[in-house]
């Protein structure tokens, strides 16, 4: 499997309000983050591995700043 993709099926989406960056969660806990202008892609530690990833946000006052919500 590619580092840039996810094994699991995705749950949530996030875009930041530049527009420069998606976030991707899964029910697996597994988050990818791109950054559209790059093509780079981050793969964060989330430290809540086969927890499912139910929403995400980007900060609106500090555009790298992701937070995630989860349950299993």
Not at 19 to 38: C, F, H, M, P, Q
Not at 43 to 68: C, D, I, N, Y
Request: aromatic share 6%; with cysteine; glycine share 8%.
């Amino acid at each position: 499997m590619s580092q840039d993709s996810h094994s699991s099926p995705i749950t949530c989406i996030a875009l930041n309000d530049l527009e420069t960056y998606v976030a991707t969660g899964t029910n697996k806990g597994d988050v990818i983050i791109r950054n559209l202008n790059s093509d780079a892609v981050l793969r964060p530690e989330t430290g809540v591995q086969g927890q499912a990833v139910r929403s995400m946000v980007f900060s609106p006052w500090k555009h790298s700043l992701l937070g995630t919500d989860g349950f299993e």
